[in-house]
């Protein structure tokens, strides 16, 4: 078990720019979160896929954000045209699929937009 | 709306003294409850967790217990060390599709 992974671990982008993180799940994990966290915040959650299929996203989530677990394994978060406001350690995570299950957090990607 | 609401920090406390950080919770339903600590540099890793009223969630020395009449899962240590020194994070989910809500953390600083 090589737990939640995440890439990249840090991004610096210039605002206007587009930028897409990848996060690895745990193997076995059909769930898949995505969260954002600012400084001296807890976790804000963004969008959730059970397998392939995108179940919900926060109206944290505006029309620049898309993600997508095209096969049910890895996923991808994509931040269009960022703004400032944009700069956060997006986190993901993973989990079973059974009733308040716990999920495993990867270790982010800190993003800074100049 | 759903929610956690946890003490604020920073939390400075000298080695081996007793620790509570608070947290109280709104929900529809009937949440389960979580603490999550995250070490300098590391990411968000589970401490413990209880499901149901009543149930004590336990993990190296860390307690809570799910208060459902106070809507409370306080987290206790009896004598806390520098190495425990960290963000705490009380969180909880519901049943629908297992979604976070996170309060908005404690800094516990412990001092030799």
């Known amino acids: 078990d090589t737990g939640v992974s995440q890439d990249p671990r840090h991004k610096i982008t210039k605002r206007g720019q587009n930028v897409t993180f990848r996060c690895d799940p745990i193997?076995?994990?059909?769930?898949l979160y995505w969260y954002r966290q600012t400084l001296g915040q807890g976790p804000e959650f963004l969008t959730y896929f059970q397998n392939e299929a995108q179940l919900e996203k926060s109206r944290l989530l505006s029309d620049r954000f898309s993600a997508e677990r095209p096969k049910g394994s890895f996923s991808t978060l994509e931040i269009q045209r960022t703004e400032q406001g944009d700069s956060a350690m997006y986190l993901c995570a993973s989990s079973l699929e059974l009733p308040q299950e716990t999920q495993y957090f990867g270790p982010g990607t800190r993003l800074l937009v100049l | 709306g759903d929610s956690v609401t946890q003490m604020e920090g920073p939390v400075t406390l000298s080695e081996e003294a007793f620790l509570t950080i608070n947290c109280t919770y709104t929900a529809t339903g009937y949440p389960s409850l979580f603490w999550y600590v995250q070490y300098p540099g590391e990411g968000l890793q589970l401490l413990l967790k209880a499901t149901k009223a009543d149930d004590k969630g336990s993990n190296k020395g860390f307690e809570a217990t799910y208060r459902k009449e106070t809507t409370s899962f306080h987290l206790e240590k009896g004598s806390v060390q520098v190495s425990d020194s960290a963000v705490y994070f009380c969180a909880l989910s519901l049943y629908n599709f297992n979604k976070f809500y996170f309060g908005s953390g404690t800094k516990l600083n412990v001092k030799p």
């Open positions: 193997s076995e994990h059909n769930r």
